[in-house]
């Protein structure tokens, strides 16, 4: 298959699980499959600079705004992370920052955490009152998801002691894996499909339409 004719096949095939991934919370690979695809688009694209697009999934934020939300624009784009699998990937990752650091020589410290696997938020809060609530979507246009937000007892409705003016708090809203547990179990008495995991659950109960 010649490049051309791989990179719109790529393209096609990433937009699709983006489509069930962002917009319909059912994905149909696993998170290391589709990014295989993305670093095979990627390195062709790196190949043949003339057959990049700029609507090509590698020219932006993955996601994409649903039906039935309002979608308003971040002040800040929201970025996603890279992966890295290997070793050979993380010390790529450590010669970039110390390129960005200015060839800097000594060691680097690094903390790592365990990673949450949610869906991104962005909530604005105006004078300590918490105004606006975002998804991601594709990175500069997420979807208004407001009122579902409010019923989220952990997310204060007031920040206490907030400055006056504009705070926006970037994070994850997630399931833990017992919620994730019970609310399958309510979608199997009643009949309905059950979610493939946490991360989708959390994305699927933010996206109702009916904030009950």
């Known amino acids: 298959m010649d490049p051309a004719t791989r990179i719109e096949e790529l393209r096609r095939q990433i937009r699709h699980h983006e489509d069930r991934y962002y917009i319909d919370s059912t994905p ?13 688009l990627q390195r062709l694209e790196r190949d ?8 090509s999934p590698t020219q932006r934020v993955g996601g994409r705004t ?23 990937e993380l010390r790529a990752f450590d010669e970039r920052l110390r390129r960005g650091l200015g ?18 938020i962005a909530l604005q809060y105006r004078n300590g009152r918490l105004v606006r609530a975002a998804t ?15 019923t989220i007892k952990d997310i204060p409705n007031t920040l206490k002691g907030a400055p006056q003016g504009t705070l926006e708090i970037r994070g994850e809203i997630y399931l833990p894996r017992k919620e994730f547990e019970r609310t399958n179990k ?11 995991n946490p991360r989708n659950a959390a994305s699927g109960a933010i996206r109702q339409i009916d904030p009950e």
């Open 136 to 150: 991601r979507g594709d990175g500069t246009t997420g979807e208004d998801v407001t009122a579902n937000v409010r």
């Open 103 to 120: 060839d800097v020589e000594d060691a680097i410290p690094y903390v790592a955490e365990l990673k949450i696997d949610g869906l991104g």
């Open 28 to 40: 149909e690979i696993s998170d290391a499959e589709f990014d295989e695809l993305m670093h095979e």
């Open 186 to 196: 309510e979608r199997e008495d009643a009949g309905e499909p059950r979610f493939a």
């Open 48 to 55: 043949h600079p003339d057959l990049v697009t700029l609507d």
């Open 66 to 88: 649903a039906e039935g939300f309002a979608s308003v624009r971040h002040a800040e784009p929201m970025l996603s992370l890279d992966n890295a699998y290997n070793d050979a």
